[in-house]
């Protein structure tokens, strides 16, 4: 049984930051994608960030350089840090997981995408940013 439950989430001023955290239950890392989506009103949901085999990492270009995703496999907890706010950054923000996922390999790295097929889902946080 798999459960993602994220918390972290609240009201920011532009330029300041946050730090999702997402519980993992259930996952197995080493065959996993792990993600970060986020959901605002009137748009579909898109991926933010995903990690692989506890290290390899992916970024949407809006949040490359500012934001940092990241787990601890003993505390069983995925991270993304979130510097630089902006007011676009305003979203529903979801951790996910897919136990099949489908494999990518360039510069010499395997690596993951988050894909809005992924299999489980968290309840989602909300971040707001204002200016």
């Known amino acids: 049984q798999v459960q993602l439950v994220e918390s972290g989430g609240g009201s920011v001023q532009s330029g300041g930051s946050l730090r999702l955290s997402c519980a993992m239950s259930?996952?197995?890392?080493?065959?996993?994608?792990m993600g970060w989506f986020r959901q605002a009103p009137g748009k579909e949901r898109e991926g933010v960030a995903s990690?692989?085999?506890?290290?390899?990492?992916y970024y949407d270009d809006s949040v490359k350089g500012r934001f940092t995703i990241s787990q601890d496999n003993v505390k069983n907890l995925l991270y993304l840090q979130m510097n630089s706010l902006k007011p676009e950054d305003t979203a529903v923000y979801y951790c996910?997981?897919?136990?099949?996922?489908?494999?990518?390999?360039?510069?010499?790295?395997?690596?993951?995408?988050?894909?809005?097929?992924?299999?489980?889902w968290g309840q989602g946080t909300q971040v707001t940013v204002s200016s």
């Open positions: 259930g996952v197995t890392y080493s065959r996993s994608c």
């Open positions: 996910a997981a897919e136990s099949s996922p489908e494999l990518l390999y360039t510069g010499g790295t395997l690596y993951c995408r988050p894909k809005p097929d992924f299999t489980y």
């Open positions: 990690i692989y085999a506890g290290g390899r990492t």
